[in-house]
């Protein structure tokens, strides 16, 4: 069974940075892609960013370059790197990762983010 354990989340103020990582233990098998996405009350899930294994990644257009996905090689651990922090990205961020044609979700980490 896969398990995505998230850490990192917090709360912080305009402009500051916040660093998320992600460690999928459990398969026997790579996870690929991974990365992450957010959620507010009310809304739909959406894409903050992927990541495979390659190295090819993909933002959501809310991230305007502020953010870094990053892998660590041949290891399933996924990280974000969060500048300049806005209110508006406040959210609950999960990590996510694809194995055998499943995808897999973390619990979710809280991110808070005050003016």
């Known amino acids: 069974q896969v398990k995505l354990v998230e850490a990192g989340g917090g709360q912080v103020q305009t402009g500051e940075s916040l660093s998320l990582s992600c460690v999928a233990s459990?398969?026997?098998?790579?996870?690929?892609?991974m990365g992450w996405y957010r959620q507010v009350p009310g809304k739909q899930r959406e894409l903050v960013a992927t990541?495979?294994?390659?190295?090819?990644?993909n933002y959501g257009d809310n991230v305007d370059g502020r953010f870094t996905i990053s892998r660590d090689r041949g290891v399933n651990t996924v990280y974000l790197q969060m500048n300049n922090l806005k209110v508006e990205d406040a959210a609950i961020y999960y990590c996510?990762?694809?194995?055998?044609?499943?995808?897999?979700w973390g619990p979710g980490t809280q991110v808070t983010v005050s003016s």
């Open positions: 990541m495979t294994m390659s190295g090819v990644t």
């Open positions: 459990g398969g026997a098998f790579a996870i690929n892609p």
């Open positions: 996510m990762g694809v194995g055998r044609g499943i995808t897999y």
